[in-house]
């Protein structure tokens, strides 16, 4: 099972990105286990300034905006 954080304040964005991760996920028959994590000190310190983040297993593979789908899926498949 993959860790993943999503790092924002539960913005619009933040929201399509959690789905995407979890839509990502089921095509690829990841098992994963989303949280949110809106505490800005907590989000600080995983040196993410833009919203929303990702974080799978401990890293952070994106900072900024949406992140593309095929994107998602290669952070899952890895």
């Known amino acids: 099972m993959k860790s993943v954080k999503i790092l924002g304040p539960g913005c619009k964005r933040c929201i399509a990105t959690a789905e995407m991760v979890e839509a990502e996920a089921a095509k690829l028959g990841v098992q994963v286990s989303i949280e949110k994590v809106a505490d800005y000190a ?3 310190g995983y040196g993410v300034v833009s919203t ?3 974080v799978i297993d401990g ?3 994106h900072a900024g905006g949406l992140p ?3 994107d998602v899926a290669a952070w899952l498949a890895a």
Request: hydrophobic letters at 50%.
């Open 42 to 44: 907590a989000i600080a």
């Open 52 to 54: 929303p983040g990702v």
């Open 59 to 61: 890293k952070v593979v």
């Open 68 to 70: 593309k789908p095929e």
